[in-house]
């Protein structure tokens, strides 16, 4: 049975829902009720799914906290072993990023093209996506964060 006991998948498997068994405790929204040290247990994870598959995983989403700068939270990607045909997207899109310091996505870029150039795919193009997508956000929301996207892709 998929996850298994003891796999990086297993923890992971019922944490979407510790809010429902706990009500009043985890707020809902755009915060993770923890949020990740690092990249390691995501890259662990699409590392096992892309190993049992059998198939070229199409793409996956990198959760990356807005004020993340830490060279030690995007080492792991050195380790991944996903194929390079594999659409890669990190969350550098903020939905407050009026609290988000200067030239943190500036970092976060650089910090993710090392890390990935050190990873046995070596080098490869990624994109970019906001943490949780763009559904619990307010209408009126919507156009800054698709003029935010425009702008970290043109660099700036």
Not at 48 to 76: K, N
Request: charged share 20%.
């Amino acid at each position: 049975m998929w996850p298994r006991e003891g796999s990086p998948c297993y923890a992971a498997d019922s944490c979407p829902f510790q809010w429902q068994r706990q009500p009043g405790r985890y707020r809902v929204g755009h915060q993770h009720f923890k949020q990740p040290e690092s990249l390691a247990l995501q890259v662990s994870v699409l590392n096992a799914v892309t190993a049992a598959a059998g198939r070229t995983v199409s793409f996956v989403s990198f959760t990356v906290p807005q004020y993340q700068r830490d060279e030690s939270y995007f080492a792991p990607l050195a380790e991944l072993a996903a194929d390079p045909d594999t659409e890669l997207n990190f969350a550098l899109v903020p939905y407050h990023p009026a609290d988000q310091a200067p030239g943190t996505t500036d970092d976060q870029v650089q910090l993710i093209d090392a890390a990935l150039a050190a990873s046995p795919g070596g080098s490869r193009a990624w994109g970019i996506c906001t943490e949780c997508g763009m559904g619990r956000v307010e209408r009126a929301e919507i156009p800054g964060l698709l003029n935010l996207h425009r702008e970290i892709v043109a660099g700036g």
